[in-house]
């Protein structure tokens, strides 16, 4: 499989440069506690429960205190082999605007006494105010398309948001336990006193299609109010057949092949549980897409429709996988009219 463009900046401006990138997108279709007990006995004495208060972390450095996560520093997210002297003015400005007023963090955790890795990134004055929160699911496998430093701050940058990027490991099931590195953060989300909780939001790009909708499926408190899923697999067993060079891949990760675990290949498809899912969401997928058939995309959009879901299909008629820089203030913009 090529290598599946989860961070869509890796030189942040070369995709415009290059011209891959698309201002305007084309766009298709819109569809659209504290708890008290009181005893029953007349002569019991009344009784209440005492509220659990839940801690708030102000800065992300606060957040060592909490349970399961290891250890947090900052790292250096510089762009190796940029020399920044020789690009035109308005980039260098914007890749200085990165080195001194963005900052990102590596993030050591646990999840079943495994440890994993994530990358946060935001402007230096995050703790000054509440800020918009993007919760990222990546595309590969493995180590294949890890996560970066870079991959962090670039979205942060762009999406004008604190940024938290989960990374899989070795053991990576392709739509498995894998899903709780991502999962983990819910329960810490709302502990982040820097974080507006009505503009927090999630992306996930090509494989992260799959891990965002399976997020979005265990998100029974409606913490994530908008997703945006770009050249996104939706449908395993469909890709078994279209992309017969991932089999091998699929075969280990998962286990085996859809005729020896099809419940496995169902349970990561969101075609199958596309009712349950009440997140509103953006679909972005080119019509080209190599790595990833746009035919993913369009049916995953008509179970949305049939179950009466509410999202938005953008169509692009090209064979960019994942997304650009020119598209992020469309997908900004429609987050903050969706994701409330």
Request: glycine residues 6%; contains cysteine; hydrophobic residues 40%.
């Amino acid at each position: 499989m090529k290598r599946i463009c989860t961070f869509f900046v890796v030189c942040l401006f070369a995709l415009t440069a290059c011209g891959k990138a698309t201002t305007d997108i084309p766009e298709e279709t819109t569809y659209s506690p504290v708890t008290e007990s009181v005893g029953t006995e007349k002569n019991e004495p009344e009784t209440k429960e005492t509220a659990i208060v839940e801690p708030v972390y102000s800065t992300i450095e606060a957040l060592t205190e909490v349970e399961d996560i290891l250890s947090v520093k900052i790292v250096d997210h510089s762009f190796p082999g940029i020399d920044i002297a020789t690009l035109p003015e308005a980039a260098a400005e914007q890749y200085r605007v990165l080195a001194e007023d963005y900052t990102t963090w590596e993030i050591r955790y646990t999840v079943n006494s495994v440890e994993a890795i994530a990358y946060a990134a935001a402007p230096n004055t995050y703790a000054d105010t509440t800020s918009s929160f993007i919760l990222y699911a990546r595309g590969g496998n493995g180590s294949y398309g890890a996560a970066t430093p870079q991959g962090a701050v670039s979205n942060a940058y762009l999406l004008r948001s604190v940024v938290i990027c989960p990374d899989y490991s070795e053991a990576d099931e392709f739509g498995g336990s894998d899903v709780e590195n991502v999962t983990f953060w819910m329960d810490v989300i709302p502990s982040l006193g820097f974080v507006n909780p009505d503009e927090v939001w999630l992306l996930g790009e090509s494989r992260g299609g799959m891990e965002g909708c399976l997020t979005l499926l265990q998100d029974d408190e409606h913490i994530i109010k908008a997703a945006v899923l770009a050249s996104g697999i939706y449908d395993l067993h469909a890709l078994w057949e279209s992309r017969t060079d991932m089999r091998e891949m699929l075969t280990r990760r998962i286990g085996g092949t859809p005729s020896d675990f099809p419940e496995a290949y169902s349970e990561r498809s969101a075609v199958t549980f596309a009712d349950k899912i009440d997140t509103p969401l953006l679909l972005v997928h080119s019509t080209g897409d190599k790595n990833v058939p746009y035919t993913q995309a369009e049916d995953f959009a008509k179970t949305l429709a049939e179950h009466g879901k509410t999202y938005k299909l953008i169509t692009r008629e090209n064979d960019v996988h994942g997304l650009t820089a020119a598209e992020m203030p469309t997908i900004l913009t429609w987050l903050r009219e969706n994701g409330k």
